[in-house]
């Protein structure tokens, strides 16, 4: 499995673990892992799922409709174990997001950064990912992403099939999230062309110590769409509830940023 660490060596520093998109990769993470290190004072680790970037080939293939549980419950323990990484802190973007949300409910982690999660399947999701098979066949997308896995056509299948098959429309994960134990910070753009508003409403609504950042003229990629005012929301998240200052009792508030 592909990875990279960044920022500090300090053992007793907190890890912030990061869980690429569907099509993402350690890669494709670009210089957000640096600056989270070097903002937040942290070390991170960004890795790139079986199948994705450098790592070796998807263990379930095609994926059934449970591949986000198999990688919270399975894979993603077995790293941390292998990594010696206890209570991480999770950072995970769209599909990332979704399985950060999944494993927090049954291990224990400091705290849950889910930027553009799903935990329903929306029909806006279906249109876009259809959107996607078309552009991957007629564009030059499949060239782009080449740049960023070993296996490109083996990443973007495995993701595009999935999603589009009749028996994915019932996925949903709802159902673990008031058995998360951490605070959660939710980070949605306003045009997101994958998730609606009512993505973030139902984690806001199921866990318990939520807070909500509403990004406009923000899509689906809030970190390369409004890298500045991410990064700051993450701060004063992390300032407030799992810094030096931040408070013993849980609360839920909702942020727009502007």
Known sequence: MEYQAFGSCDPGAATLVML????GS???WRDFPQSLASVLGVSVVAYSRYGYGQSAPARLNPRPVTYM?????SVLPQLLRGL??????LLGHSDGGS??????????VRGVIAMAPHVFVEDLSVRSIAAAKV????TSLRERLARYHANVDGAFWGWNDIWLHPDFRSWNIEGFLADIRSPVLVIQGTEDEYGTEDQV???AAGAGD????LMTECGHSPHRDQPARVMEAIRVWFDTKLGKNSESASRRRTTSVT
């Open 20 to 23: 690429h998109e569907g099509l």
């Open 26 to 28: 350690v890669a494709m």
């Open 69 to 73: 549980h198999e990688e919270a419950l």
């Open 84 to 89: 010696e990484i206890e209570r991480p802190i």
């Open 99 to 108: 399985i950060a949300l999944i494993h927090a409910s049954r291990h224990p």
């Open 135 to 138: 552009a991957y066949e007629t």
């Open 201 to 203: 409403r139902a984690i």
């Open 210 to 213: 939520v807070e909500l950042a």
